[in-house]
């Protein structure tokens, strides 16, 4: 079992329509957790940080945790073109692994228009 | 949110060359640098963790002696791929974090070893 699983994709969705990003995560013991989005030839970009269970919202996107299914989500409104990009998940366990993020593969968003 | 720089943002190398990657955080003091590794369409691969003064921490599988890490100061680590191979030809991102748990990548080397 991965420690971080997303869906490939690709993901599309119409131009305007809301675009919903699932990521499941093995270790109980993650506190922090994090969304990136990359574009093809391109470093990551945060994008949302979450740290305790419910939603966080930031401006078109949201992010929502659920710690007992070990489950993290991200919602993007209005999607736009622009949108289209790998969105990245990742992890933090704060004690024992040290202070590195544990990312999972991507999935591929395409909004289209 | 906070800047890190990386340089240089791509480079051609001949195989049995040597190549450094600087990473800087440029508003802040990074205690901790990351290295990572991604191959086209996959993700990104912890290489190594370096620490400000001590030697950096290799991840499984990753050739410490290959790889060389150098974190001189609180805003500079770098990465040095001795006598580089083609199969070395990646894109390598580096991260800085600071309080919160955060990580801010730098822009990435494209690395091409012909």
């Avoid at chain 2, 990465?79 to 309080?99: G, M, N, Q, R």
């Amino acid at each position: 079992q991965k420690e971080v699983e997303q869906n490939s994709g690709p993901l599309s969705v119409p131009e305007g329509a809301i675009a919903s990003l699932n990521c499941t995560y093995s270790d109980r013991g993650s506190q922090s957790f994090f969304w990136y989005r990359q574009y093809s030839g391109k470093s990551p970009e945060l994008i949302m940080s979450i740290y305790s269970n419910g939603d966080k919202e930031d401006g078109r996107f949201t992010a929502q945790l659920n710690k007992a299914s070990q489950y993290v989500s991200l919602l993007i409104r209005d999607s736009q073109p622009s949108d289209s990009a790998t969105y990245l998940c990742a992890v933090k366990r704060i004690t024992g692994g040290g202070n590195k993020l544990t990312f999972g593969t991507g999935t591929q968003l395409k909004v289209e228009l | 949110g906070a800047v890190v720089s990386q340089h240089p943002s791509w480079v051609i190398c001949k195989s049995g060359t040597s190549v450094k990657i600087e990473c800087r955080s440029l508003d802040f003091q990074a205690t901790t640098m990351f290295w990572y590794r991604q191959f086209p369409k996959q993700s990104l691969m912890l290489m190594a963790t370096s620490n400000e003064g001590s030697k950096a921490t290799y991840e499984q599988g990753v050739e410490k002696d290959k790889f060389l890490i150098n974190h001189a100061s609180l805003t500079l680590s770098t990465l040095t791929v001795t006598s580089a191979h083609p199969e070395d030809s990646s894109f390598y991102i580096c991260s800085a974090s600071t309080p919160p748990v955060e990580a801010f990548f730098g822009q990435g080397t494209r690395l091409t070893v012909v």
